[in-house]
């Protein structure tokens, strides 16, 4: 078995964005921020790590063909959407939206007092125009501790939301010492995003806001060197 080639993205390169009200950090090219070398990964389009200042957000637009993907990290985010799904997103939670022919959306922090911290992810879709849908399915730190918890698949595998794409997602908190094995046979690839603490991917070390691409994956090895919370994106 060959070694993993591990091509690290580290969280001071990638771009930004300051808005007064939004402060974000892109890991691939984005609205004003362009850079060739990073405009996806296979199917995943967008990383944005997102800070949304109390009381403010993205008032209603519109988005097509696209797996809409939010990862609330600290605080919460109020989703209102064409199809009439209204709904408080918080940590632990995934909600999943399914842009396909066409929705209008938008996102507030409705604290008024508190920051919030969320990933926004969009991931190609395997079929353009489909019915747009919406889901939303929480994931208990319990669950998600020393292993890898599937919680985004093409088929809705073991509870995880369903995505119109050939795309899992799994999160996972590691504690320090602790290690996880994602099986690879070379055939899949993979992006690893840390949201935060501090973790091996076999010999490479990876901190909060750290991305890593491995191209034709053999097994991985993971291992927290502090308490680690992270994503794993496995990709046709």
Known sequence: MKPNEIIIRKASERGLAEH??????????????????????????VINDDIIEPGEGFGTHPHENMEIISYVVEGALEHKDSMGTGSVVRPNDVQRMSAGSGITHSEFNPLGDTPMRLLQIWIKPGKIGV?????????????????????????GAEGSVTINQDARIYA??????????????????IWVQVVN???????????????AS???????????????????????
């Open 214 to 236: 491995i191209e034709k994956a053999d097994d991985l090895v993971f291992q927290g060197l502090e308490t680690a919370e992270f994503l794993v994106f496995d990709l046709a």
């Open 20 to 45: 007064g009200w939004l402060h974000s950090r892109f890991s691939f090219s984005f609205g004003s921020y362009f850079d060739p070398k990073h405009m996806g990964f296979h199917a995943l389009r």
């Open 172 to 189: 996972s908190i590691l504690e320090p010492g602790a290690e996880v094995v994602k099986s690879g046979d070379g055939s899949r690839n």
């Open 131 to 155: 019915d747009p849908s919406y889901e939303q399915k929480t994931y208990l730190p319990e669950d998600k501790t020393n292993r890898l918890r599937l919680v985004a698949s093409p088929n």
């Open 197 to 211: 603490g501090k973790l091996k991917v076999d010999d490479a070390v990876l901190e909060t806001g750290d991305g």
